[in-house]
């Protein structure tokens, strides 16, 4: 089997919370670690446990502290977490501060299957090629943000 992500997951929809849930254990390459309704929560957990995932899926638009916030804060305290933006807005603008916040790809909370297979994909690349500038050069030759 191949290796299991250590995922943290940050949405204020109970919805969505448990959709990932179920598809992180049914699909087997997840470990979840941790399951939030905003990111303040997130980030205490992080700041309160050991244990730190290698996968951030941060929502845009939550209570408290919203997904761009968290990324920010996220991005300066545990920059080897890799942190990924999960949306239903439309808006480009709003995705490119996103992205300017510290995630590395938006992804439509239309397809959260998919969402999970790209991540885990390009996660494992990531660490397989083991190049450290490897995802900034990736991003500079193939922009598929919002087109997964």
């Given at each position: 089997?191949?290796?299991?992500?250590?995922?943290?997951?940050?949405?204020?929809n109970?919805l969505h919370?448990?959709?990932?849930?179920h598809?992180?254990?049914?699909m087997?390459?997840?470990?979840?670690?941790?399951?939030?309704?905003s990111?303040?929560?997130l980030?205490?957990?992080?700041?309160?446990?050991?244990?730190?995932?290698?996968?951030?899926?941060?929502?845009?638009?939550?209570?408290?502290?919203?997904?761009?916030?968290?990324?920010?804060?996220?991005?300066?305290?545990?920059?080897?977490?890799?942190?990924?933006?999960?949306?239903?807005?439309?808006?480009a603008?709003?995705?490119?501060?996103?992205?300017?916040?510290?995630?590395?790809?938006?992804?439509?909370?239309?397809?959260?299957?998919?969402?999970?297979?790209?991540i885990?994909h390009?996660t494992?690349l990531?660490?397989?090629?083991?190049i450290?500038?490897?995802?900034?050069?990736?991003?500079?030759?193939?922009?598929?943000?919002?087109q997964?």
């Amino acid at each position: 089997m191949d290796k299991k992500l250590k995922l943290a997951f940050a949405d204020d929809n109970v919805l969505h919370l448990k959709v990932i849930e179920h598809l992180a254990r049914e699909m087997g390459n997840y470990e979840m670690l941790y399951s939030c309704h905003s990111g303040k929560e997130l980030v205490h957990l992080l700041e309160t446990n050991m244990e730190q995932p290698d996968v951030c899926i941060l929502d845009l638009h939550m209570p408290e502290m919203d997904g761009m916030e968290t990324a920010r804060v996220l991005k300066s305290r545990y920059p080897m977490i890799r942190l990924f933006g999960y949306s239903a807005s439309e808006s480009a603008d709003e995705k490119k501060r996103f992205l300017d916040s510290g995630v590395k790809l938006v992804f439509s909370k239309q397809s959260p299957r998919k969402m999970l297979t790209s991540i885990y994909h390009y996660t494992m690349l990531c660490e397989n090629l083991d190049i450290i500038d490897f995802e900034k050069n990736l991003f500079r030759k193939w922009n598929f943000v919002n087109q997964l």
